[in-house]
């Protein structure tokens, strides 16, 4: 974890009935405590306040790609150059990788761009995707094989109601067709893609999550 790193805190009520979700980044890391910056609800954009010894499930992307997650609580809330809140930051060896290289795919349809290097440009939707990639639904005439390069441009609309734009380079691994499905599908593998844009992909998997959970309690 870096300065600058974004992460993702969970409050988890004491009812266990609502998971609340946070974003803020990585101010300070020094004496085995976290700075973060003040966090804002994922949901209503506003900043959180919290007691100390408020507990929390904290996520964040390391520089392998991985996803990390350990529990800590707030220690104390100070104003440096800028407001921090300031967390345990326990050893590596507590961490637990939830994901590595291979990330949690969501059934679910997102908007996409895509442009191969032939500058063939279609527009279409996902049938599912992750943190490591995509199944889109390709055009009944594609001319897609696997190797083929493309440039996407996926659309997300998150739970807090932003929407965030986001572009990734990647290779196409696979061209199927599903069961019940007129049209071939691709599964394609992320090549270029920044840290910042990956963990946003994340957490919106993340959100779809618990409103998937949420609706199957209910």
Avoid: W
């Avoid at 959180?48 to 990390?68: A, C, I, Q």
Wanted: with cysteine.
């Amino acid at each position: 974890m870096d300065i600058g790193t974004p992460v993702t805190l969970e409050l988890l009520h004491r009812d266990h009935t609502f998971h609340e979700l946070y974003k803020c980044k990585v101010v300070d890391i020094r004496g085995g405590y976290l700075f973060l910056s003040l966090p804002s609800g994922e949901k209503s954009g506003k900043t959180g306040f919290f007691h100390e010894g408020t507990p929390f499930k904290l996520r964040f992307v390391g520089k392998d790609k991985s996803v990390y997650m350990f529990e800590t609580s707030m220690i104390a809330k100070k104003k440096f150059k800028i407001p921090v809140l300031i967390f345990h930051l326990p050893d590596e060896n507590k961490f637990k990788r939830i994901q590595r290289r291979k990330f949690v795919r969501i059934e679910t349809a997102v908007d996409v761009a895509i442009k191969s290097r032939g500058e063939h440009s279609f527009t279409s939707i996902t049938t599912d995707i992750s943190g490591g990639g995509a199944a889109i639904v390709l055009p009944y005439r594609h001319g897609c094989a696997p190797g083929t390069l493309v440039e996407m441009l996926f659309v997300f609309h998150m739970k807090a109601g932003d929407i965030h734009y986001i572009d990734a380079k990647a290779e196409i691994v696979r061209v199927f067709k599903s069961k019940g499905m007129e049209r071939e599908s691709a599964s394609v593998e992320f090549h270029d893609i920044t840290d910042g844009s990956r963990q946003t992909i994340i957490q919106f998997c993340f959100e779809r999550q618990l409103y998937m959970k949420g609706k199957r309690v209910r």
